[in-house]
């Protein structure tokens, strides 16, 4: 079997990815061994990323596919990319962002093609990863993957989760502006596979935003999710410009959609409709994860004063 090395795997999108990866691929995870394996077909590499003489002693061995996951800083790249593991890897995956792409005229939409160094709205992460796909452009067999939001069970985001706990609990959901800023989701799932058709040579190497059909408006997603719980919910909406959206909001008051002509093109792309999704992630929720209503600082503020 192919030997495929995941940089990060135990964690939402990678164990999304390797469980993706196990029915045709010898898998090994690299991590801080701070959490355990959940298959005991998973070797386990244990080193931190953070510390290049820690990565390099664990990166060895050879491996004909290195997907990563969990590149979120420059340095986190430079540790590993002189490694036996990553220089004679015949194909490299990174796991990138939407975030990469900088706001104006271009998009969003954003396309593969627009300005991609990184947009300082998200608070620098979108500039890191930028730059971590700066320093893997020299590698030969490089995919690199842009999603939006990512969604789904074992999500370690506070997101759907967040709305959920508010509408069954009763509680406002204070929703930025009009509610008409637009996002795109793309399922966990949907995204593991895109990694899986790129390692198995089937995606052909190149750039690829990877997103779910369609997008919608912030109202929209609160409709929808108040759909699939079958709950209501009370949206206030809020104008104070002053309070940035995630102080009381899950996601910032920008749009971020993508087109994904590309990938599609490709013969590989997202299908998993955002509410078929949002039922398998409401339903992992209720039996693995919490809907325990915790308002911020910001929403304890505002329920004082909101019937």
């Excluded at 959940?38 to 491996?63: F, G, K, M, T």
């Excluded at 800083?73 to 194909?91: F, Q, S």
């Amino acid at each position: 079997m192919t030997r495929a090395l995941v940089l990060g795997g135990t964690r939402f999108v990678g164990r999304a990815v390797v469980e993706a990866l196990l029915p045709s691929f010898e898998v090994s995870v690299l991590n801080r061994g701070t959490r355990p394996l959940w298959d005991p077909r998973i070797v386990q590499v244990v080193a931190d990323r953070c510390d290049a003489a820690s990565a390099h002693a664990a990166l060895r061995e050879n491996y004909e596919v290195v997907v990563d996951v969990s590149g979120t800083e420059p340095r986190h790249v430079r540790n590993v990319l002189d490694t036996p593991a990553v220089a004679g890897a015949a194909r490299y995956v990174y796991v990138s962002s939407a975030s990469v792409y900088r706001r104006g005229p271009a998009g969003p939409p954003f396309h593969e093609g627009d300005p991609a160094d990184g947009d300082p709205a998200w608070g620098g992460y979108g500039e890191d990863k930028a730059e971590c796909e700066r320093l893997l452009s020299g590698l030969p067999g490089l995919t690199v993957l842009r999603p939006p939001y990512v969604y789904g069970p074992h999500n370690t985001e506070a997101r759907e989760s967040f709305l959920w706990a508010r509408m069954l609990a009763g509680q406002p959901i204070f929703v930025p502006g009009e509610g008409r800023t637009r996002i795109q989701f793309c399922h966990v799932g949907d995204l593991a596979r895109t990694v899986a058709a790129a390692c198995a040579g089937t995606l052909p190497p190149g750039t690829y935003n990877v997103g779910g059909p369609g997008t919608c408006t912030l109202t929209e997603y609160l409709d929808l999710l108040a759909e699939v719980a079958g709950t209501g919910h009370r949206p206030v909406y809020v104008h104070d410009e002053g309070v940035p959206a995630r102080a009381y909001f899950p996601f910032r008051d920008l749009e971020l959609t993508l087109d994904t002509t590309r990938l599609g093109r490709a013969g590989s792309g997202a299908c998993t409709p955002l509410a078929d999704g949002l039922r398998g992630t409401l339903a992992w929720l209720r039996a693995y994860g919490s809907l325990t209503d915790e308002p911020t600082e910001q929403e304890k503020t505002w329920r004082a004063t909101t019937r």
